[in-house]
């Protein structure tokens, strides 16, 4: 039973129409990100529309109370995990609608809440999609996380990453205050308002609703897939594919993630998803063809121990789209690459947002990825630092069965995402079994907690981390976990402090991220 306080506090941050829960199960639950937990918390308040947002966090705030701010959950950095107990966590996955669709303006206004893959999903019938358009999490993270804690993937290797199809925000500010940003279709106008709050990680207000950008979705496209025997070429072509501006999408996995990523999906289902596309665009004949390749091809087109690499390219004319990929093919052929089977880059564009079950590895494993965002410049010397800090670790990771495999992503006009995945047998938390399917579940063991491996997988994780921070990356979701106070110029610094200090004068607003 709550106590009187508890019940108090409650019915004030539903004074203004928000959903409250604390009870025990849900409390728990929020705690937690796919990585670790928290400290307790005191209630989840989900919001219904800004105006419930803003009235449950001046609530919170005018008690003194750290109010954070959580999208679709799929964080993995701490990002809305606070450290200290007793924290308000606003659950803004119940504030969904799709606002406004601007054909005419080609823009786009949705609450926080609403996913990557229903945006997608409402823009497609009208020809349209966001320049960026979206995570492998999509099904479940949220545009208002995407532009707290940025992003990539859909439509990074041409448009770069999630924030930056932004146009404009309503936030709302520690006190309640609703503060909006940018016109209604163009950023900026004057000091560019709308980027201080974007990969902000909720340390500097709570967004309720994101203006995007429009543009229309390509009518044709192109595939390729390539392998390497060396990740200097891998990277060389990537890096030059990227900066030629021919590719939608550009990226891979080294020898250890393509080990793993084999023993995961089923060629049926495979077969199933690209099936599905080509019925969509209203070819059932081709349909059938593309599903009869993917079965014949099966999964040992691409060698384990080689480097591969998945173009895709988009275009209004199937010319031009043919075209994007035969450059790449030359590209990468001046750098050692062999073209193989492309029915990897189809079947991940024919069902981009799949449901997460890959959070967890082929056995049931944990998995934890932590990614560095590189210039081409220092992509090889930052891969072969973390080659090195592997091969270091090799004894203690194999004593404890930690192991691990990379991705590598090309970002418009950025350099490249280097992500390696940690696997690891322990036990799974309340946001993975809510999350993964539960037939998938059930087909993988559950494995006990065991301290001493889940404290090396702290230190290896950390040191990962160091070796991205001495390569002078920069980083997505920098939560808990990135060095970004560290690698600020002082002045800099300081004025982040300053407009922190301006903005949430007393700390309340997601303590801890940031470095803040």
């Known amino acids: 039973m709550a ?31 796919i990585f670790a937990r928290g400290a307790d918390l005191a209630a989840v308040v989900h919001p219904v529309d800004t105006a419930s947002l803003a009235a449950a966090v001046k609530v919170a705030t005018d008690r003194g109370l750290a109010v954070v701010p959580r999208g679709g959950g799929m964080s993995y950095t701490g990002g809305y995990t606070p450290d200290q107990p007793g924290a308000v966590l ?24 609403c996913t990557w893959a229903a945006l997608y999903e409402a823009l497609r019938p009208r020809g349209l999609r966001t320049p960026f358009w979206g995570t492998l999490s999509g099904l479940h993270a949220t545009v208002g996380g995407g532009m707290s804690q940025n992003g990539i993937f859909w439509g990074t290797g041409r448009y770069g990453t999630a924030a930056q199809s932004c146009v404009a925000l309503e936030v709302v500010l520690a006190d309640g205050t609703v503060l909006k940003t940018g016109s209604s279709h163009a950023r900026p106008y004057g000091p560019d308002l709308t980027g201080i709050f974007l990969a902000d990680t909720g340390a500097l207000g709570i967004k309720a609703t994101v203006t995007l950008r429009l543009v229309p979705e390509a009518r044709c496209h ?6 390497f025997t060396e990740a200097d070429g891998f990277l060389a072509a990537m890096g030059e594919i990227e900066r030629a501006g021919i590719a939608t999408e550009c990226f891979g996995f080294d020898p250890r993630l393509n080990a793993i990523r084999m023993q995961r999906d089923s060629l049926a289902t495979d077969a199933k998803q690209l099936v599905g596309m080509m019925k969509r665009q209203g070819s059932v004949l081709k349909a059938l063809k593309e599903g009869a390749r993917v079965v014949a091809a099966g999964r040992n087109f691409i060698d384990q121990a080689s480097f591969s690499m998945h173009v895709m390219a988009e275009a209004g004319i199937q010319q031009a789209a043919d075209a994007d990929i035969a ?21 991940v564009r024919a069902n981009p947002f799949v449901p997460l079950n890959s959070m967890l590895g082929p056995q049931g494993e944990r998995w934890a990825p932590i990614h560095g965002l590189v210039p081409h410049s220092r992509a090889q010397a930052c891969y072969d630092a973390l080659d090195g800090l592997f091969a270091a670790n090799a004894a203690r990771m194999a004593q404890f069965g930690v192991h691990q495999g990379t991705l590598i992503a090309a970002v418009g006009g950025a350099g490249v995402v280097i992500e390696p995945c940690l696997y690891w047998f322990d036990a799974r938390n309340p946001l993975i079994d809510c999350t993964v399917e539960t037939a998938h579940l059930k087909k993988l063991p559950d494995h006990p907690h065991n301290p001493e491996i889940w404290a090396f997988v702290q230190e290896l994780k950390a040191a990962i981390v160091d070796v991205f921070f001495a390569h002078k990356a920069v980083h997505f979701q920098i939560g ?7 690698s600020l110029d002082p002045a800099a610094g300081a004025l982040l402090v300053a407009l922190k200090s301006a903005l949430d004068p007393r700390g309340l607003m997601n303590p801890g991220s940031l470095g803040l």
């Open 3 to 33: 106590t009187l306080a508890e019940s108090d506090l409650i019915h004030a941050l539903a004074c203004g129409g928000a959903r409250v829960a604390a009870d025990a199960v849900t409390l728990d639950l929020f705690a937690h990100d």
């Open 90 to 113: 606003f659950d803004t996955a119940t504030m969904n609608r799709i606002i406004e669709i601007n054909e005419t303006d080609m823009t786009v206004t949705v609450e926080a809440g």
């Open 480 to 486: 808990r976990t990135y060095r970004y106070r560290d």
């Open 222 to 227: 192109g595939y390729a897939s390539f392998t």
């Open 327 to 347: 450059r790449a093919r030359e590209i990468v052929a001046r750098h050692r690459g062999a073209e193989v089977e492309n029915t990897i880059p189809k079947i």
